[in-house]
C-alpha cells in the first residue's frame, strides 16, 4: 500500500474529530504515505466552509492532493457502475482511484465499495 484515498465517510469522520480517523491518518502522514481524496468526495462532504475549519485545513494540506473528475475518469466511474450494477458514480471514482495508485480506501461504508471491486483493500472506520 502507497497511501490512502479517504470517501465522504471518512472526511465526516474526520471533521467531526472521530479519534480513530485522525490517529489513523496521523500514522499514515508519520509514514509519509500519501493522501488523495476524489473531488466528488469533497463535494459529497463540503457543506459550510465558514463552520468546516478542520475538514479545510485537511483538504489543504501539502499532503493531500485532491483527483479531479474529469471527463476521462467519469466515463471509467460510470463504466465501473455499469459493470456492477450500481449507481454511486462516487464510490466508483473512490475505488478507481484506489486502485490506480495502490492505495487503501478509509471509508465508512465497506458494503458498496466492495460491491464495486470485491479486491479493493478497505480500512473501516
Given at each position: 500500500?502507497?497511501g490512502l ?6 472526511l465526516?469522520a474526520?471533521?467531526r474529530?472521530?479519534?480513530?480517523v485522525v ?5 499514515a ?8 481524496v476524489?473531488?466528488?468526495?469533497v463535494a459529497?462532504?463540503w457543506?459550510?466552509?465558514r463552520?468546516?475549519a478542520?475538514?479545510?485545513?485537511l483538504?489543504?494540506a501539502?499532503?493531500v492532493?485532491?483527483e ?5 475518469r467519469a466515463r471509467?466511474a460510470g463504466?465501473?457502475?455499469?459493470v456492477?450494477?450500481?449507481s ?6 473512490v475505488v478507481?482511484?484506489?486502485?490506480r495508485?495502490?492505495?487503501a ?6 458494503e458498496?465499495?466492495?460491491a464495486?471491486?470485491p479486491?479493493v483493500e478497505?480500512?473501516?472506520i
Open positions: 500500500m502507497k484515498t479517504l470517501d465522504t465517510g471518512a465526516i474526520f471533521e474529530n472521530d479519534r480513530r490517529i489513523l491518518l496521523a500514522r502522514l508519520d509514514r509519509k504515505l500519501a493522501f488523495v476524489p473531488a466528488g468526495v459529497q462532504a457543506r459550510d466552509g463552520r468546516q478542520r475538514l479545510a485545513r483538504l489543504g501539502s499532503h492532493e485532491i479531479g473528475l474529469d471527463d476521462t471509467a463504466q465501473l457502475c455499469g456492477a450494477g450500481t454511486d458514480v462516487i464510490d466508483a471514482s478507481l482511484c484506489a486502485r495508485r495502490d492505495h480506501v478509509v471509508t465508512s461504508d465497506p458498496d465499495l466492495r464495486l471491486d479486491t478497505l480500512i473501516e
